[in-house]
């Protein structure tokens, strides 16, 4: 049986899945809503079971708040718990300031547990923040992925392409397909064309008219990242969206794990243990 | 499991490079494996009438597997609907499943007011209305007034669902008339919750093709923690049940 195949059937697929956007615990704030059922990181890994999803990568819900030292205890917490199932981002808030920046980069780079670092850029800041660019920096030593949010080309993709030039070693994970809509995927789309070091992350992709199969045509399936943005949102939409598109099944394989995987080989953050 | 897709378009109107043609309608839900299909024809949108019998076309010669939706205009005498006499006379004769309207784009308010005409036709009738523009509070704040004015009017609403639990929920549980597109219900556990604290009854399986492609919608449902009937309430029983209870005989 094929991918789609399984996945019309509703069942549950046997290969490697790493949903490489999350955020764990409930956020109830501006809109958000969470059935209370999946609303804690065991109802997020019920979801995940019904789908065959292996683990994920973290910045739990208090980055919301831009509370850096709770995110990254709550990741180590939770990864703790759940070995195997979840994995962390190291959380920068440059509202935090700079010593707690380095304080954050410094406890959990140590932590096999956490295998990148991830910006909640736009509404947290720009990509030319001093805070930002010190953990960018950061990331470019440790060759290690970097998750940055953007949403409606806020940070804009001129500014997360300049980053990723300046930060060669680094693997730029641009978050939500570019930034939500067809428009950002395509403005996205030529950066990715010269700058290698540039991936999308495919998450809340509910407005996007491309169908993901349109996105491999834009900028190759070696570039994309699976990600579910758990639990803002339910993960069963996206993985429909890859796991039923017109994608080969190796594609989908390297979209829903070994992409990522293959960053993290000569990162010098932790590893993804399937 | 039947699937009828109750939110789809035809025509080249919608600029998609995915099909314009009804044959191109029938490959995308092949590809999907959905058996049916409620759709419209964009060109409606430009020159009512004839769009509408070109969908009434589609449908007839589809073999069962496109079912017609009239887009109204309330500006027209005839509201839109081709052929002869009365609004009520044409749609006897063509017999829509569903018809749809554009208050945002066609600028105006949808309420009891400004839409009278059609939720009139819609109550006499027991005719599915979809209504699709923005669900803003002004919107929402007629809603109600329009579901109790008229509560044989089925009104269903477009990828609702989304980050709008305030919303929805109050109108499940107040408002018996209206009915939910799932396609975009990505709040986390929405549909378990939904259909535990709600039922099923009101949820409708939509895709928007040629715009969007059904693959995001049938992981949510396919892959939801209900029961079997509910999962097929929703891929098309649903539909069905409002298709089946439209009064063009009476």
Known sequence: ?274 | MYFIDFNCAIGEPMRSERYSTAEGLLQWLDKYQIDCALAYHSEAMREPEMGNALMAQAAAASGGRLKTCFVLNPSLESLGIPGEGTPLERLKKHRPSAVRIFPGEQLYPFDTFYAEEILTLCQQLRLPLIVDCPYDNVFLTQLPQVCRAYPDVPIILLRFLYNRSRQYMPILRKLPNVYLDMSTHIDVGGMEEVVRRFGSEHLLFGSGLPVYEPSGALGLLLYAQISDADRENIASGNFLRLEGGIRYDD
């Not at chain 1, 973290?58 to 070995?83: G, I, K, Q, Y």
């Open chain 1, 1 to 274: 049986m094929t991918i789609k195949e399984k996945a019309l059937k509703g069942l549950p697929l046997d290969i490697p899945i790493i949903d490489a956007h999350t955020h764990t615990g409930p956020k109830y704030r501006r809109g958000w809503h969470q059935n209370p059922d999946y609303a804690n990181v065991a109802g997020q890994l019920k979801l995940y079971d019904l789908l065959g999803i292996d683990c994920c990568v973290t910045a739990p819900h208090p980055l919301c708040d831009a509370m850096s030292v709770l995110t990254n205890e709550t990741a180590a917490r939770e990864a703790e718990l759940f070995p195997g199932r979840v994995y962390g981002y190291i959380y920068i808030a440059p509202s935090n300031g700079m010593d707690i920046c380095r304080e954050n980069l410094r406890r959990y780079s140590k932590n096999p547990a956490f295998v990148g670092i991830k910006f909640l850029s736009g509404y947290q800041g720009q990509c030319d923040d001093p805070v930002y660019r010190y953990a960018a920096d950061f990331a470019n030593e440790a060759r290690c992925p970097l998750l940055l949010h953007t949403w409606a080309d806020n940070p804009s993709t001129k500014s997360m392409a300049k980053l990723a030039q300046e930060h060669p070693d680094l693997s730029l994970l641009i978050a939500h397909q570019g930034g939500g809509k067809a428009a950002d995927t395509l403005r996205t789309a030529p950066y990715m064309k010269d700058i290698p070091n540039i991936y999308l992350e495919l998450c809340g992709s509910l407005h996007n008219t491309l169908s993901f199969s349109d996105i491999a045509g834009l900028v190759g399936v070696d570039r994309m990242i699976f990600g579910t943005d758990a639990i803002d949102l339910d993960p069963r939409f996206d993985f429909g969206r890859l796991a039923i598109s017109d994608l080969p099944d190796d594609a989908k394989k390297m979209i829903f794990a070994e992409n990522y995987l293959r960053l993290l080989e000569h990162s010098q953050l932790g590893k993804i243990q399937l």
